[in-house]
């Protein structure tokens, strides 16, 4: 856990600026523009743990909860394909749509190819609703 800084620590960052916290994981001095925070109330980390932080969080994303969204994306989009499912396909659009924002830029391509399949059903639907068979 982070601590206060010693009276007379200086920021490793800015040697010019007195450090108020010492990083709680790598034993880093810190001054207020250097810290980063969860919560407001939370205690600081150094900006490199920081970046470690976010690195891992983005790969646990990607290895758990994210590759089941594009996943459930692209399913819903092959399923879109068939027509008269609307409702189905509203909620494919917006899955996949989501699921391209959070998803790293490598790894798009799943939901990418559910919502070009989305579309594709819609259009066969609204064609299959506008202009029906005799």
Do not use: D
């Amino acid at each position: 856990m982070s601590s206060p800084a010693p009276s007379g620590a200086q920021c490793a960052a800015h040697p010019e600026a007195a450090a108020s916290w010492v990083c709680g994981r790598c034993g880093t001095f810190m001054c207020p523009e250097c810290e980063h925070r969860v919560r407001p109330e939370a205690h600081p980390l150094c900006p490199s743990c920081w970046e470690l932080r976010e690195r891992t969080l983005a790969t646990l994303h990607t290895e758990k909860g994210g590759t089941r969204l594009q996943t459930a994306g692209l399913i819903l989009g092959v399923i879109s394909l068939a027509p008269g499912c609307f409702p189905l396909q509203l909620l494919s659009l917006v899955l996949n749509i989501v699921a391209i924002a959070r998803a790293p830029h490598g790894a798009r391509w799943r939901p990418i190819v559910g919502l070009v399949l989305t579309l594709l059903g819609s259009v066969g639907s609204l064609l299959f609703y506008f202009f029906p068979r005799s």
